[in-house]
T-cell receptor
Framework: DAGVIQSPRHEVTEMGQEVTLRCKPI?????LFWYRQTMMRGLELLIY????????DSGMPEDRFSAKMPNASFSTLKIQPSEPRDSAVYFC???????????FGSGTRLTVV | KQEVTQIPAALSVPEGENLVLNCSFT??????LQWFRQDPGKGLTSLLL?????REQTSGRLNASLDKSSGRSTLYIAASQPGDSATYLC???????????FGKGTKLSVIP
């Protein structure tokens, strides 16, 4: 298995632009998570899905953020409009039924200028 | 709300030394605890997963223990090597949720 795949690896965009981050979970994993990592706040859960359905989006900072999972093998995290304070590393992770640990992607480093 | 604390925030040791990293959590009602390693600019690599019913897990030179009642876990690294230099993150899964709550990590430097 290729693991959790995220794209792009790096994204630099101007303030106000729309940004879309992509994730392909491990086949067979039915939970998918989006995390954000910053120096100040560490790793924070933004949203997670179970069987493609959003379960908890309480970590999504504001309405500018949205996430979708149209099928079991693909998820997106969209920021519109982007702001400099959104600059962070965004990680996607997936897991099978609880107890087997979580696998993280390599992350997308987002810089909003 | 679950809170995870890792002490120390940074640690520097000479090569060959044995070391212990500490993790504490405020809510003992956890399902499991996982230790990760993160290299600079990279993603998270899972090292060890301990179920709440277990007391420890071992993988090579790594040994992780769990004392759920006291809300503590330790990661023991034997005979440290420069290649062990990285940030080590502890994370717990709550018994009533599916999300991982992370500590802020311990940055380890092993000096040759």
């Amino acid at each position: 298995d290729a693991g959790v795949i995220q794209s792009p690896r790096h994204e630099v965009t101007e303030m106000g632009q729309e940004v879309t981050l992509r994730c392909k979970p491990i086949s067979g994993h039915d939970y998918l998570f989006w995390y954000r990592q910053t120096m100040m706040r560490g790793l924070e859960l933004l949203i997670y899905f179970n069987n493609n359905v959003p379960i908890d989006d309480s970590g999504m900072p504001e309405d500018r953020f949205s996430a979708k999972m149209p099928n079991a093998s693909f998820s997106t995290l969209k920021i519109q409009p982007s702001e400099p304070r959104d600059s962070a590393v965004y990680f996607c992770a997936s897991t099978s039924p609880r107890g087997y640990g979580y696998t993280f992607g390599s992350g997308t480093r987002l810089t909003v200028v | 709300k679950q809170e995870v604390t890792q002490i120390p925030a940074a640690l520097s040791v000479p090569e060959g030394e044995n070391l212990v990293l500490n993790c504490s959590f405020t809510d003992s009602a956890i399902y499991n605890l996982q230790w990760f390693r993160q290299d600079p600019g990279k993603g998270l690599t899972s090292l060890l997963l301990i179920q709440s019913s277990q007391r420890e897990q071992t993988s090579g030179r790594l040994n992780a223990s769990l004392d759920k009642s006291s809300g503590r876990s330790t990661l023991y690294i034997a005979a440290s090597q420069p290649g062990d230099s990285a940030t080590y993150l502890c994370a717990v899964t709550g018994a009533g949720s599916y999300q991982l709550t992370f500590g802020k990590g311990t940055k380890l430097s092993v000096i040759p």
